[in-house]
């Protein structure tokens, strides 16, 4: 296999738990620099790999083709943008940038150079979300009228880390909230207006860690929201039509298996547990019936599998930079409609 040679920029838990373990597991892609600039904890996972304390290091290296961005939110402009000039192809971790002008212009130079730019939106390949998706493609709920997701957790302190951080422009509607609106984008597009509340709720936070977004279309009512503050979780996600309802409980499990150690192919890989498969609930073609649907397995492999498709084969991006750049634009008009009170037509 013609394998891609790759480049890791940090080794905090975007590369520890997600792209080092995929990157390592998949036969289209050789870590072989990976950026540390003052830890070792790549070594003994990546024994392969050279560690380097210069973001340089990586960039004048003729052999790196594919560099994955995935330092902090703020860096990511920046650091992109050095790889374009010396051009890498580059995935970018999400949030893709802070500001949708900046997004742009990472576009525009990705374009000049015919070089890809790529976001990881790995939660499209959720189990849950592709679930939610081939229900609604059944037709059972009939005409969707309401589509309500959350990403809730509990951590009622604040921690000593650059997520927590208001002048790095670090806050939960970045972190999580991203995963939340790129996915209503891929299935409802982007919406007319937004309506937002976003607050710092923990006690001395000086970050938002709780959203909600109203997400306003001709045919369906949106709405994301995510909080640190919820002990006792609801749904992951409800959608109700004209025929019925579908409401489903629990996360995808693949975070948590990476955190474990666990890889993917190994044995229910992905693999929900039956207790929280969702419930459909319709009357459809005079036939009432309530049942649960099994969830799909997750499978993040999905988005390098597309990557190595894309770069050797030119297949299509699934996550192409555009639609990231839209994720972005929405958050930027979250904040602005939080802080006016006020509607903000997209």
């Not at 392969?48 to 990586?58: P, S, W």
Request: aromatic residues 10%.
């Amino acid at each position: 296999m013609d394998t891609v040679n790759t480049a890791l920029t940090s080794y905090g838990m975007s590369g520890l738990v997600f792209h080092g373990p995929l990157l390592e597991e998949h036969n289209g892609f050789e870590i072989r620099k990976i950026l540390e600039r003052h830890n070792n904890k790549s070594k003994g996972k990546h024994p392969g790999a050279q560690l380097v304390r210069k973001y340089e290091d990586i960039l004048v290296d003729p052999d790196i083709e594919l560099v994955i961005v995935n330092t902090p939110d703020h860096l990511h402009y920046e650091m992109t943008m050095k790889a374009l000039d010396h051009g890498k192809h580059v995935i970018v971790e999400k949030p893709f940038t802070l500001k949708t002008s900046h997004a742009e212009k990472i576009i525009n130079k990705a374009s000049s150079k015919q070089l890809m730019v790529s976001v990881f939106q790995n939660r499209r390949w959720d189990g849950d979300f592709m679930t939610v998706k081939k229900v609604m493609g059944d037709g059972q709920l009939g005409r969707l009228v309401s589509f309500e997701s959350h990403f809730d957790r509990f951590r009622n302190y604040v921690q000593k880390s650059w997520k927590e951080d208001k002048s790095l422009g670090a806050g939960t509607l970045y972190n999580l909230g991203s995963h939340m609106i790129d996915q209503a984008l891929q299935l409802f597009g982007i919406p007319e207006f937004i309506f937002a509340d976003v607050r710092a709720m923990r006690t001395n936070s000086n970050v938002d860690d709780s959203f909600d977004i109203t997400m306003y279309y001709d045919h369906v009512k949106c709405l994301v929201r995510g909080s640190y503050l919820v002990k006792e979780q609801g749904p992951r996600y409800m959608l109700h039509g004209t025929n019925g309802s579908f409401v489903k409980y629990g996360i995808d499990p693949q975070e948590e298996m990476l955190k474990a150690g666990h890889l993917p192919g190994s044995p229910n890989w992905g693999i929900d547990q039956p207790g929280l498969y969702g419930i459909l609930n319709t009357d459809f073609n005079g036939r009432e019936s309530r049942e649960q649907v099994p969830t799909i397995p997750g499978n993040y492999m999905a988005y390098y599998d597309n990557i190595y498709d894309h770069l050797r084969h030119g297949s299509d991006l699934a996550v192409q930079p555009e639609e990231a750049r839209d994720v972005v634009r929405i958050i930027e008009a979250a904040y602005e409609s939080s802080e006016k009170k006020k509607v903000i037509n997209l």
